[in-house]
């Protein structure tokens, strides 16, 4: 009798201790998408989900095409449809048309979509059409470990708009086994008398492009080349221009703005940092692949995860891409913050200071709301919620093609990325770069103003005219620069002013 | 006699018509007098604001028109000879002549965006086929797509490629409704085939050519999906078009009144441009 009760015991013990090893398997037979952790308990896990019931209601999503946000959108829909019952119409648009098909039904009263997908610098736009995230979502655990900075990019004044699925920061990726490459850091040193290793300034990061340019130096049989860059014009090329420009203009001894001064709000962006910056560009025209001045973003991950350049600067895709067991540079590649500058603007003094200066850009990044006039407000918040749960975000920033970033304190953990096949060593400097980024307190944040597509644009019309050889650097920025004035007395200074200040506060580290 | 009641009969036309084309325009210039965009999204009255802006502040506009009149001007002429000389080839008896008209064709029959998707494919730089085959000649790569001034080739290439063929088909239309006698009373005389064509073919053609180049002006000028898909309007400014651009204004950077501005500009400029160019052809093709 005692050794039946101890069985009975043992094998309530034992189904105790192994409930939720039982319990992720049970989803993750169901779902493969998270096999590598099973669910993981919490507020908006499989098991949570399964228990809601959505049955006869219809969710609309619109979000980005398929596969860069587009595909996880779907997947997880369509996972949602299964776990609730609910029916869920996904539909995919392309990345420059999110902001007017939002925006058109927002502005005539309608809400044809019940989420809406689009980029964080939207939120200024977007804010009065979207529901803040109900306080039940925000103080979640996974809201809770979400790091401060992203925090902030979905907020506006204190209230979250965005629900954060994505971080998003530009850094610097570069080919690993060139770099580290003793045979080459000789040549290098012999004939340029110069030390091959991570470029710390942008002008190194030029030299060493320009010196790798054209030539076979992985032995594959192909020409490589120096850099891959997002160049192509109202292809996110400003965020690219603002990457290269933190460096020369964001000066930590002059607070108060780095795209306009704050209190003036007169437009810095023709200011000789800048254009320094895109002078460097310009010299980026000769050590790009055949054809590089075209590049959109598809363009940069498949040229730089094809094995194809040498550096590569812009957000997380890119490497997480070249990372993958299918990647011709699997383990072959490095991250690191984005170079800096010998010397830095000052506006106050109207001088250069000189001295090593480095400025993260946290970029904006893929973010998502709940129409205020959504019919289906709850269900929506439980779907983003799920989209983002632990097993899923696990899941979703191993697969590059799917654009989920970093954007919680567990990411920036070694053992996350090992897991998945990384090297040690990679994973370490990955997470110490995101991690360095998070800390630093001299960081630029998108601009998030009424009007931010025309200043954006205004940019990228006038940089993509100097990398075209239309106009002059100076040219082309103090072009930029008038339609800045212009775009600003249309919309009204103190409505950007206003804006701005809290874009600034986060550069300021006020907030 | 009353015929009053006969004015029933056309309202059902007329109530279509204001629908779809009276009532559009007069939207349009209503909201080019507004300041619609994306922070203040309402139908409020600026005047003329718009068009001050236009006409003293605005050069990108006016380099975008006159790079879409060369862009569309060299392309109708590139697809009338060789439509021409097509629909020439297959007027005559030749063998497989239902074949090869089914041939030139297809061209037009395909999606135009699937299209230059996979001219984009041909021409890229570094990755496309055709630098390939070039390198293999020993020729250096050709900047297809990022030289500014080779992108407008490219961009007038692909626009020939895609719409030569219904140039084609309404000369082709053209030269089978010629009526016989002329041409043998050219035969009798022991006219040439060169100066069958001057004398005879091409004069009573003139009027269909007319045609044909005014329906395809109207048609090149609106180009805009070639543009999007293949070069984005760049490098630079350097293949940017009046519809992309408007575009731009519109549906990227939600200036909704400015760009209604623009395309009431534009729909203006384009009515008397086609105007004078038609009348200017009728006047040097058709001989009295």
Redesign the interface.
Known sequence: MKTIKNYVVALISALLVLSPVAYADKWSDQFPHIKATGDIPGECSYEAMSKKNYKGKTLKINTHAVPVMGEPTALHAEQFAKLTGAKVDVTHTPAGDLYAKAMVPFQAGQAPYDIVFGFSNFINDWKRYLEPVPKKYVEMKQMQDVTPSHIGIASWDGVMYQFPVDGDRHYLKYRKDVIDNPEYQKKYKADTGRELRVPQTWKEYGEMAAYFNGWDWDGDGEKEYGSAEVMKKDDLMYAAFYSRSAAYSKNPKTPGGFFFDLKTMKPLINNPGFVEALTDWVAATKYVPPGGINFGLGDEIGSFGGGQTLFSFSWDDAFVAAMQPDSPINNKVGAAQLPGAMKVWNRSTNSWDEGFNQAPFFVWGWAVGVAKKSKEKEMAFDYLCFFANEANHQADIGIGRFGVNPFRNDDFKADVWTQIGWDKDIAQSYVDTLAQMEESKNRVFPLRVPGTFEFNAALATAAAKALAGQLSPQAALDEAAKQWEDILNRVGKDNVRAAYSVGVAMEDNKL | MNFKHKYVFLFPGLFVLIGILIFPIIFTIRLSLS?W???T?EMNFIGITNYIRLFT?DP?FWESFFRLSFLSVTTVILQYIIGFALALIVWREIKFKRFFRVIFLIPMMTTPVIMTVIWRTFF????GPV?DLLGNLGVE?I????D?VIAKFTVIIVEVWQWTPFMFLLLLAGLLSLPKEPFLAAAIDGASPFRKFVYVTFPLMAPISIGAIIIRLIEASKIMDTVFVL????????TETSSFYIY?KG?????MGYAATLSFTYLVIMIISLTIIAKVLTKLMIKE
Request: proline share 12%; charged share 15%.
């Open positions: 300041g965009n994306s922070y999204p502040d990108r890229h730089e570094s990755l630098n790569p900047l297809w797509l990022s500014p070069t984005s309007g760049g490098p630079g400014t350097a731009i549906l990227r950077e939600f200036q």
